[in-house]
């Protein structure tokens, strides 16, 4: 795939300032762009490193910044191209050989090493179901693939994956009508916080309040609407939209977020759990594995709660979020204090991944 040049995040502020009047207002809504450069003076006897490196002695001397904040949710990434360059220490890894030195884990043999609910398991064509040991809410259960290989997925078992986490919430609902926050979350690899490497998703429903971070999107996106009369998550989409990084494919709402939680991160949105939704979640995951050689990430899906709630849900859409957690065999790891007490430091590219999103998805 050949990408134009200047589509880059590097140049955020270039675009956003050709945008007409109305859509920069329309993006000022969500997002502040800024720029910032640094400078620094590297001895003659760094010269052959930065250039083996960075090919350009020059592009580390004068380094620009592009710091992008989401102002209604505060989420803010800083952008640098030379991030993606920096030396990094790895050891070679083989799934493949690291599921055979597993051996007998709990999820071989889901029943007898792992317990079920009190309500059972749910039984799917490529998925069980069985109770989390360690739990973090009351209703935790875990959705054990059938295939042990995490990165071997497949539309249809996708589909019985979510399918099978939605039949489990539906019976944690009957069994306990107050608990009715549905959470689903599936951790690729221990980059990814996995605990083991067969393929599973995890499935909570709490009670009381949705889960923080989605309480405090609800709570954010009522207030962007009290103060702009506009629902915040067209508005979201249509900023992306307006510089390329958001794009449609039947029905579903694709953007490539410009204020990532960590690298390459997604999100999908829709205004039901439908098939449609489900298809592209797998087109983005294949995308993922098969283009950008992802081999580890985060799934989460937001939603509103299963039954009606005093709190209000207008408008809030079905939001799946899907992040890249880097390569397994990195040492580093891809969260440091800036990302836990400040702001993500990002060095992929929204804009370039849209671009391979669209040319990966079909129309």
Known sequence: ?????????????????????????????????????????????????????????????????????????????????????????????????????????????????????????????????????????????????????????????????????????????????AAKYYFFLWNCLWRAGASLLHGHAQVLLGRDLHYAAIEYLRRAALLFEATHRQNYFDAFFAAHEAVGAGFRRNGVRIIANLSPIKENEVILMSDEMSDGLKDRLYDVLACFRDRLGVTSFNVVIYRPPLAPTHESWDGFPIMVRIVDRGDPSMRTNDMGAMELYAASVVASDPLQLAQTLQDALPA
């Open 1 to 177: 795939m050949t990408v134009a040049s200047d589509t880059t995040v590097m140049r955020l502020d270039e675009i956003v300032g050709d945008l007409s009047p109305e859509q920069r207002s329309e993006f000022e809504r969500v997002f502040h762009v800024s720029v910032s450069y640094g400078d620094l003076v590297p001895p003659e006897t760094m010269r052959a490193w930065i250039e083996e490196r960075f090919g350009d002695v020059e592009r580390v001397r004068r380094q620009k910044i592009v710091k992008v904040t989401n102002v209604v949710t505060l989420e803010g990434v800083l952008f640098n191209w030379l991030r993606s360059s920096r030396p990094i220490w790895r050891q070679p890894m083989d799934l493949d050989e690291e599921l055979e030195r597993s051996g007998k884990e709990p999820f071989g043999d889901v029943y007898a090493l792992t317990p079920e609910d009190t309500f059972g398991r749910v039984e799917g064509e490529w998925c069980v179901t069985a109770s989390n040991v360690a739990k973090f809410d009351g209703y935790h259960g875990v959705v054990v693939f059938k295939e042990r290989h995490p990165l071997r997925f497949t539309r249809e078992q996708l589909h019985d994956y979510l399918n099978t986490g939605e039949r489990w919430a539906a019976l944690a609902h009957r069994a306990d009508p």
